[in-house]
T-cell receptor, first 113, second 112 residues
Framework: NAGVTQTPKFQVLKTGQSMTLQCAQD?????MYWYRQDPGMGLRLIYY???????DKGEVPNGYNVSRLNKREFSLRLESAAPSQTSVYFC????????????FGEGSRLTVL | QKEVEQNSGPLSVPEGAIASLNCTYS??????FFWYRQYSGKSPELIMS????GDKEDGRFTAQLNKASQYVSLLIRDSQPSDSATYLC????????????FGTGTRLQVTL
C-alpha cells in the first residue's frame, strides 16, 4: 500500500550542484504536484501536472524543472542548487476535479550549503 | 495580500475544550475549501472539505464556510492531545482547476 513514494528522503548539496527528486504514485491519479514547505511560508506550489504529458508552473517555479515521465512518475530537477532552495519538498497526487484531496509523499528534506 | 491567510498560533486549548481555527481567503470566486492536518515532521492529510455555505460536521470536526465574508473555520470539539498539530487551510482559486493554494497553517497545542 505505497501511495506516493518520494526519493531521496534527505539530501545535502553544495551550491551549484544539480539533483533530481523522484516521485511515483500507484493510485492511478491523473494529477501530480510538487510543493515546497518553508517555516512560516506554508506549502507553495512549484509545478504541477494535470495529466500525463502536461506540466504547468505554480507559484515558485524559478530554479526548477519537472518531467512527467508517465502517469505514475513526476520528477523535480534542480539544475544549479542555491541555498534559497533549502526546504522540505513534497510530492502529491490527486484525481482531477473538485475533491481537493491531495495524497502526499513523506517529503524530501534538501539542504544546500 | 496573501490568497489564504491564517493566524500562525500557537493556539493553546485545554483537553476537552473546543478549538476554533480560522482562515480567510481573497478570491471571492473560490468554490472549494479544505482543511489539512500536519503533524510535526509528517506530510499533510485531508480532514475536511466544504463547498457550500454553512456547516459540515464529521465526528468531532465541523467546518464552517461563509462565502460572503470569505471566511472558513474549523471547530474541533472535545480536543485531545492527539489533535496537537498544524492545521492548513487550502482553497482552489477561480480558474485553477485542482491547484490548491495553502495558508501558512495554525499550530494547535492541546494541553493536559
Amino acid at each position: 500500500n505505497a501511495g506516493v513514494t518520494q526519493t531521496p528522503k534527505f539530501q545535502v548539496l553544495k551550491t551549484g550542484q544539480s539533483m533530481t527528486l523522484q516521485c511515483a504514485q500507484d493510485m492511478n491519479h491523473n494529477s501530480m504536484y510538487w510543493y515546497r514547505q518553508d517555516p512560516g511560508m506554508g506549502l507553495r506550489l512549484i509545478y504541477y501536472s494535470a495529466s500525463e504529458g502536461t506540466t504547468d508552473k505554480g507559484e515558485v517555479p524559478n530554479g526548477y524543472n519537472v518531467s512527467r515521465l508517465n502517469k505514475r512518475e513526476f520528477s523535480l530537477r534542480l539544475e544549479s542548487a542555491a541555498p534559497s532552495q533549502t526546504s522540505v519538498y513534497f510530492c502529491a497526487s490527486s484525481d482531477m476535479g473538485r475533491t481537493g484531496e491531495l495524497f502526499f509523499g513523506e517529503g524530501s528534506r534538501l539542504t544546500v550549503l | 495580500q496573501k490568497e489564504v491567510e491564517q493566524n500562525s498560533g500557537p493556539l493553546s486549548v485545554p483537553e476537552g475544550a473546543i478549538a476554533s481555527l480560522n482562515c480567510t481567503y481573497s478570491d471571492r470566486g473560490s468554490q472549494s475549501f479544505f482543511w489539512y492536518r500536519q503533524y510535526s515532521g509528517k506530510s499533510p492529510e485531508l480532514i475536511m472539505s466544504i463547498y457550500s455555505n454553512g456547516d459540515k460536521e464529521d465526528g468531532r470536526f465541523t467546518a464552517q464556510l461563509n462565502k460572503a465574508s470569505q471566511y472558513v473555520s474549523l471547530l474541533i470539539r472535545d480536543s485531545q492531545p492527539s489533535d496537537s498539530a498544524t492545521y492548513l487551510c487550502a482553497v482552489i482559486p477561480t480558474g485553477t482547476a485542482s491547484k490548491l493554494t495553502f495558508g501558512t497553517g495554525t499550530r494547535l497545542q492541546v494541553t493536559l
